[in-house]
Nanobody, 124 residues
Framework: QVQLVESGGGLVQAGGSLRLSCAAS????????MGWFRQAPGKEREFVVG????????YYADSVKGRSTISRDNDKNTVYLQMTNLKLEDTAVYFC?????????????????WGQGTQVTVSS
């Protein structure tokens, strides 16, 4: 089992930036494909971005493409999500998740471990 702990959320003005972190423990992090998801009140959890286990490939949802960057440090067992030019619609709880497969999948059901989430609130 993998334990995931997110951090870095907070309140930010529209147009601002945040960097989220997700620290993993319990399994070999370098063998895990990682994803970031988000869930706004009253909405389903949605895929934001994913990165393959060696970091060779990344996939972004259209809603964040060009404004976000995912990266990972396998020595620190951590995956990051840098978000810039934040918009009001980016307000959500952000979750990181892991899966054993080598490819990124946008379906939450394909991820076996989840963090507790970190709140991102974008204000006008």
């Amino acid at each position: 089992q993998v334990q995931l702990v997110e951090s870095g959320g907070g309140l930010v003005q529209a147009g601002g930036s945040l960097r989220l972190s997700c620290a993993a423990s319990g399994r070999t992090f370098s063998s895990l494909t990682m994803g970031w998801f988000r869930q706004a009140p009253g909405k389903e959890r949605e895929f934001v971005v994913g990165i393959t286990y060696r970091g060779g490939m990344t996939y972004y949802a259209d809603s964040v493409k060009g404004r976000s960057t995912i990266s990972r440090d396998n020595d620190k067992n951590t995956v990051y999500l840098q978000m810039t030019n934040l918009k009001l619609e980016d307000t959500a709880v952000y979750f990181c998740a892991s899966r054993e497969g080598w490819n990124v999948d946008s379906r939450p059901s394909q991820y076996t471990s989840w963090g507790q989430g970190t709140q991102v609130t974008v204000s006008s």
